[in-house]
């Protein structure tokens, strides 16, 4: 059975998820209308990986006996500038929820519920993944220059 405390804190997370979610849909969205139909694909993608997660997380809440809840996602920017600056917003959003996961782990801890604690290590494994491939991207994209910037959207579109 998991505790309130920890179905409140991961409810949380789900609509952060959520949020997350929305996030890189507009992102996409916006891409897509700047021309970069490659980053808006990559971008695509990683909206619906964001909607897995709160699946996972909701999933995992009523199998230990809990109610899973989305509560009110708010809205998101639409707007967001060069692909740079897109993906350099992609790295901190994920340093963000990286921080957030740990301290759900924290809290999983706290509660002494061991079954969490190994649901959750899953996705911080994840989140240093996340980092390192935005952070790879933002990398790519400042060393790249602006002729540079349509072959980075080229391999960013074969994203499977």
């Given at each position: 059975?998991?505790?309130?405390?920890?179905?409140?804190?991961?409810?949380?997370?789900?609509?952060?998820?959520?949020?997350?979610?929305?996030?890189y849909l507009a992102m996409s969205f916006?891409?897509?209308?700047?021309?970069?139909?490659?980053?808006?694909?990559?971008?695509?993608?990683?909206?619906?990986?964001?909607?897995?997660?709160?699946?996972?997380?909701?999933?995992?809440?009523i199998k230990r006996g809990g109610a899973?809840?989305?509560?009110?996602?708010?809205?998101?920017?639409?707007?967001?500038?060069?692909?740079?600056?897109?993906?350099?917003?992609?790295?901190?959003?994920?340093?963000?929820?990286?921080?957030?996961?740990?301290n759900l782990t924290d809290l999983a801890?706290?509660?002494?519920?061991?079954?969490?604690?190994?649901?959750?290590?899953?996705?911080?494994?994840?989140?240093?993944?996340?980092?390192?491939?935005?952070?790879?991207?933002?990398?790519?994209?400042?060393?790249?220059?602006?002729?540079?910037?349509?072959?980075?959207?080229?391999?960013?579109?074969?994203?499977?």
């Amino acid at each position: 059975m998991i505790t309130e405390k920890l179905q409140k804190a991961i409810n949380e997370q789900i609509t952060a998820e959520m949020w997350s979610a929305n996030l890189y849909l507009a992102m996409s969205f916006y891409m897509e209308k700047e021309g970069y139909c490659g980053m808006a694909s990559w971008l695509k993608k990683q909206s619906m990986e964001e909607n897995e997660h709160a699946c996972e997380m909701a999933s995992y809440i009523i199998k230990r006996g809990g109610a899973a809840q989305v509560d009110k996602v708010d809205v998101v920017p639409n707007e967001f500038g060069t692909p740079l600056e897109v993906f350099k917003q992609v790295y901190e959003h994920e340093c963000r929820v990286s921080k957030m996961i740990d301290n759900l782990t924290d809290l999983a801890s706290a509660e002494k519920d061991k079954a969490t604690q190994d649901f959750l290590w899953g996705f911080v494994r994840e989140q240093v993944e996340e980092e390192a491939t935005a952070s790879g991207i933002v990398d790519m994209l400042q060393k790249a220059g602006q002729a540079g910037v349509f072959v980075i959207d080229s391999r960013l579109g074969e994203r499977k």
